[in-house]
């Protein structure tokens, strides 16, 4: 797998973490299925493949678990939750931890189709 590196070193970051939280709304894979793919999972990890086209707001969704994504290319992001807006760019190569994140919507808002990996610990 081309991300096997960048996504073992992710796992490895992600087992430094706590457990699960409280969720308000579905998870990704859950919520909005036609954006969030789970491209590999078994009894430790789950791997889920985000392709948001420019433009697009994904569906009402949360992040359960602490997680790592991983920028595939360029993401110009806005996100949404509680009325409140902001603006992430993750560049392609890149990797950040991703603390439980409640309910919210993100929107591409970038001009090219938005692709990253997201790695959770289960």
Not at 6 to 18: E, I, P, Q, R, V
Not at 28 to 45: N, R
Not at 76 to 85: L, R, V, Y
């Amino acid at each position: 797998m081309k991300y096997a590196f960048a996504l073992l070193g992710a796992a490895a970051l992600l087992a430094s973490f706590s457990g699960a939280s409280a969720q308000t709304a579905e998870p990704t894979y859950k919520a909005d299925p036609d954006v969030y793919k789970i491209i590999y999972e078994d009894e430790k990890v789950r791997i889920i493949e985000s392709t948001r086209k420019a433009g697009v707001t994904d569906k009402l969704h949360g992040h359960p678990v602490k997680s790592i994504v991983y920028g595939v290319t360029q993401c110009k992001t806005e996100q949404t939750a509680d009325g409140k807006t902001t603006e992430t760019d993750t560049k392609p190569g890149t990797a950040r931890a991703l603390p439980v994140i409640p309910a919210h919507t993100a929107k591409n808002i970038g001009s090219e189709d938005c692709k990253q990996l997201f790695v959770e610990l289960k």
